[in-house]
């Protein structure tokens, strides 16, 4: 969609219209931003409620800065570790896990943070839409309802959750509208009384003493004890473009860097895209497979030292770029892949990639030029499959091992490690392109970066694309079926079986992005979930 003042980009359709809304009364990024997250968290609980993590970054026309912003939840160091679920409790607490840890909430501090920084319009006036969506409801759709019948099970451990999603014996169908007074009422509070009603208020106090309850023994300092954090983004080039991403603990810059540097010094675009030829895949899988790997030595950096640059050295790069050509086979290995999988695993029907689902981006331009590309989620907050006032929580997926997308340490910071797409791109040291996405973030940012800088691509095409996950150690890749026979047999002949995913699989991501062509502002919400495209 085109703009000529401002433009906004979410995953659901109130949500696009509560920005919109304030956007268009002269409200900067920011504040659209927090009225997003806020309604998000009434309409989306799927995939996000008002205690799991915000993060992002903020374009500051007036100086030209860009403001990096965590505000995940936080390990309170020195606590031994709670869990509320046992594991074998659906996607959010598989078989042969302990179930989610419980931490500290981090969105409401991440909102408190904006508002302070950037904030213009008064406090009541950004939760109004959110508390109208909990008064009066919202029509339930049909991918909510798939969602949440995925990680139902989840919640129906506790008396809270059954009570709070399962209203009437059952989920809320589609085509119903979903009411729901506890959170109406809590959300009002939070209009009249600030953020603080999450931290150390009414709320807060609850949530204390609901923990208590459950032998979690914090205190109401603890849910102030670390707050969000402001700090400067890891910004690294390719091509023409500067690239700004999330800092660590987070690991998205340094996988992208390293997917991306990779890839370059393999001529990758010579070879053809990626899910045409079967080399350029054959080379994008494994990059993506070495970068998860490398990046698990990425840890808090108030409690490790930071590997960053060193695993960004462009030396090191072209030596694992070096690599993976010397390792490529030489002789046609489909007799193999036939002899251990079975021929028809060449042709099977897709299937969909069991992971959470749950994550919200959002994507602003406003008409001064502020940029706002930033996340909320449910994960990492609160107590796992607890209701508290109308609030859902999931806790938090973190295991402390070096492969985990999320992990952290029961001591020193109470930082945690995590991976999330919140990228903007400059040129000439302006944003031309903004862009994240909820689902597979790890694999699929970097996927649609070298879209638009190696094989140049508008921002529109680069998403559409099929994307892929990470090649697997016994080489089998997963890869959205919108790709031809030749494809699957050329990858055989490497000794990789394909496994085709849905065409358009909603796990691996659905992109919110904004850019510049020419004089022009642009927005763009991918198809593979239920995002909406504002302008004004």
Not at 233 to 240: A, S, V
Not at 352 to 379: F, H, I, R, Y
Request: glycine share 10%.
């Amino acid at each position: 969609m085109n703009a000529s003042q401002a433009v906004c980009a979410s995953q659901h359709p109130i949500v696009t219209e509560t920005m919109v809304n304030v956007l268009r009364d002269g409200g900067h990024a920011a504040d659209a931003a927090i009225a997003g997250c806020l309604v998000q968290a009434v309409v989306q609980q799927d995939m996000t409620n008002h205690t799991g993590t915000i993060t992002g970054l903020f374009y500051e026309a007036a100086t030209g800065r860009i403001h990096e912003l965590n505000s995940m939840g936080r390990i309170v160091p020195g606590l031994p570790a709670h869990h509320r679920v046992p594991g074998g409790k659906g996607l959010y607490a598989p078989a042969g896990t302990r179930g989610p840890m419980s931490v500290i909430p981090g969105f409401m501090p991440g909102i408190k943070a904006m508002y302070e920084k950037f904030g213009t319009k008064p406090w009541d006036y950004l939760v109004a839409p959110s508390i109208a969506a909990a008064r009066d409801g919202h029509v339930v759709s049909s991918f909510e309802t798939l969602v949440h019948a995925q990680t139902v099970d989840f919640f129906l451990y506790t008396k809270s959750g059954r009570a709070h999603f399962t209203p009437n014996g059952h989920l809320p169908q589609a085509g119903e509208r979903w009411s729901q007074p506890a959170l109406a009422q809590t959300l009002s509070s939070l209009a009249a009384e600030g953020p603080d009603y999450f931290i150390t208020g009414g709320w807060a106090q609850h949530f204390v003493e609901r923990a208590n309850e459950l032998d979690w023994p914090i205190t109401l300092d603890h849910m102030s004890l670390l707050p969000a954090q402001w700090r400067e983004p890891k910004r690294w080039k390719h091509g023409d473009y500067e690239i700004a991403q999330l800092s660590a603990p987070d690991r998205q810059a340094v996988f992208c860097a390293m997917v991306l540097g990779i890839l370059r010094h393999l001529d990758i675009s010579s070879l053809g895209h990626f899910t045409e030829s079967p080399e350029a895949a054959y080379y994008m899988g494994h990059a993506l497979r070495l970068a998860h790997l490398e990046t698990g030595f990425i840890n808090d950096p108030a409690t490790f030292e930071d590997p960053s640059d060193v695993l960004m050295d462009d030396d090191y790069l072209a030596f694992l770029a070096a690599k993976l050509k010397r390792s490529l086979p030489k002789v046609d290995l489909t007799a193999h892949v036939e002899l251990t999988r079975g021929r028809n695993a060449l042709d099977a029907a897709g299937s969909a990639s069991k992971q959470p689902a749950g994550s919200c981006e959002l994507s602003l331009v406003d008409s001064e030029g502020n940029w706002v590309q930033m996340m909320n989620t449910l994960q990492s907050g609160g107590i796992a499959g607890e209701v508290v006032d109308g609030v859902p929580m999931v806790g938090s997926h973190m295991i402390n091992a070096l492969t985990s997308p999320i992990s952290g340490w029961l001591t020193g910071g109470g930082g945690m490690r995590s991976m999330l797409s919140n990228t903007i791109l400059l040129k000439d040291g302006r944003p031309a392109v903004s862009l994240g996405s909820p689902g597979n973030v790890h694999c699929t940012v970097p996927q649609v970066l070298a879209n638009i800088v190696e094989y140049g691509m508008d921002p529109n095409e680069a998403e559409d694309r099929p994307r892929m996950l990470p090649l697997t150690d016994d080489y089998e890749l997963s890869i959205e079926s919108r790709v031809g026979s030749e494809f699957v047999d050329g990858l055989a002949q490497l000794g990789v079986l394909v496994n085709p995913l849905p065409e358009y699989d909603f796990h691996m991501g659905s992109y919110q992005m904004s850019w510049r062509e020419g004089g022009t502002l642009k927005g763009y919400a991918g198809p593979r979930r239920e995002g909406m495209v504002g302008a004004l």
